[in-house]
């Protein structure tokens, strides 16, 4: 059983290209079967691809002693295992209070934005979380009953920019066997036995009576399924990306322009996902609360000279006489532009976000290289990548940089906004550093991986930033 399972993690690890060589990973450990049984098979190939292995875990503020002991439970693993643990406590209840998200969306907001955070403090390439094939086949159902389009029925994505799946393809029962023939602990977290939320009530309920009454094979059916359902999408999406190019005026940071003659030309099924496109292009992940409703409104526009619809993920819907416009409506936070040179070496002070930044130059002797070299406050950079002056600004349109840890890939910091899921009417506050050669920092967030200090680097510049302007 362990070398089928092992034999089927690796195939998928591969067929989805999630890992290479030297990657460094953090691995999402909630104390549960998936995630422990993830740690140990990730440990298990390690030799393989030569991973360097973290473990992330996330006190959530739920559950009282329970979740303390899933913290004792993780030091333990992490010991066991000699995997460095990286453990935070945050309150999720006092967070969906001042967001009013339910109690399941506030607290995945708050792991992955925990999971990416600790991913740029460490320079991970990778994010590796243990969903299942059951995990899959819940989600199937849930936006089943709760009305989907064609890709939300295919389920949770194996691979999303560095988040990856590797146990995406394995079952419940056989992490379980997994586990038992391995004598492996782990923690059953007590609210998933509850039928309160529609994924437990699946999960307990639903699925155990389609197979009862139905079809005992119900699992493999829907795995079965949505393997079909991704590959047919995944087609679909390749055709939409040349049509939506062929219709498209023109893009910004806050709006996509279509051509509403060319729009109206094309099949509907078609023309939904161009829709559904320019919506999430310009709104990102809040473009998952759009109902069938909210895009068959926006197509309906197209049958007027003009008009104007507003969607409720803080977008406007615009027909004029030849575009179909697609608008942000959420305003980013009232401050004016600012720009400000950094003092080197000695202190500045920006008034519009409330922080003040100090600098130090190090020379590689006084460096000390088993000082953490970047946390959400503080980094460093080689002063011999880069020129003066440093100026501290607002984030722009059309902002790019190299972030620390992706191989030297460019990203719009727009998009990296989007992935990290900073709400859009906080991306003003956020500073940027920035050098005459590009940005240094996204200050609290990444570095760029041009700048980073290395075993020749002779001068090195350390900046931290304290919340509170003097």
């Known amino acids: ?183 492996i602990r782990y923690r059953i977290d007590s ?83 161009v829709i559904r496109r320019a919506i999430y292009s310009v709104s990102g992940e809040m473009a998952i609360t759009l109902s069938y409703k909210h895009v068959e409104d926006s197509l309906a526009l197209l049958d007027n000279d003009r008009g104007e619809i507003h969607l409720p993920c803080g977008i406007v819907v615009r027909k004029e006489r030849k575009t179909f416009g697609i608008y942000s409506r959420l305003e980013e936070e009232a401050i004016p532009q600012y720009t400000y040179n950094i003092n080197i070496p000695g202190e500045t002070v920006i008034p519009e976000t409330g922080i003040t930044i100090s600098s130090t130059i190090l020379d590689a002797a006084s460096y000390k290289k088993g000082e953490k070299a970047h946390d959400n406050n503080k980094a460093i950079f080689d002063m011999g990548k880069f020129s003066l002056p440093l100026i501290v600004r607002d984030r722009r349109s059309g902002d790019l940089f190299y972030p620390k840890g992706m191989m030297g890939n460019k990203k719009k910091v727009k998009k990296y906004f989007i992935d990290l899921k900073i709400p859009r009417s906080k991306r003003s506050m956020v500073p940027v550093l920035v050098s005459p050669e590009g940005i240094l920092w996204i200050i609290g967030y990444r570095t760029d991986e041009r700048f980073v200090v290395t075993d020749t680097s002779e001068r090195i510049l350390q900046i931290t930033v304290f919340k509170k302007a003097a």
């Open 1 to 183: 059983m362990t070398d089928n399972l092992l034999k089927k993690v690796r195939d998928t690890i591969t067929s989805h290209n999630m890992l290479r060589y030297g990657d460094r990973v953090v691995v999402g450990v909630s104390a549960g079967p998936d995630s422990v049984c993830l740690l140990y098979i990730l440990n298990e190939l390690k030799e393989d691809y030569n991973l360097s292995l973290h473990i992330a875990h996330l006190h959530h503020g739920f559950r009282g002693s329970e979740a303390d002991e899933d913290v004792r439970f993780v030091q333990s693993l992490s010991k066991s295992l000699g995997i460095p643990a990286h453990i935070d406590h945050i309150d999720v209840p006092s967070y969906i209070k001042k967001t009013k998200l339910s109690k399941q969306a506030g607290a995945r907001e708050v792991r992955y934005r925990f999971f990416n955070r600790l991913a740029d403090d460490i320079g991970a390439d990778k994010i590796a979380l243990g969903h299942t094939a059951d995990d899959q086949a819940e989600t199937f159902l849930m936006r089943l009953l709760k009305g989907s389009g064609l890709h939300g029925l295919t389920g949770i994505s194996p691979v999303r920019d560095r988040i990856i799946r590797p146990l995406i393809d394995i079952s419940s029962d056989e992490i379980k066997e997994y586990l038992s023939e391995r004598d």
């Open 191 to 273: 609210s998933n036995l509850s039928p309160v939320y529609l994924r437990n009530k699946i999960r307990l309920e639903l699925i155990p009576y389609l197979a009862k009454e139905y079809n005992p094979n119900i699992m493999d059916t829907l795995i079965r399924n949505l393997k079909i359902l991704r590959e047919e999408d995944i087609f679909l999406n390749g055709f939409v990306d040349r049509t939506y190019s062929q219709v498209l005026v023109s893009t910004s940071e806050d709006s996509v322009i279509l051509d509403s003659s060319k729009l109206t030309s094309i099949t509907l099924p078609v023309r939904r996902r």
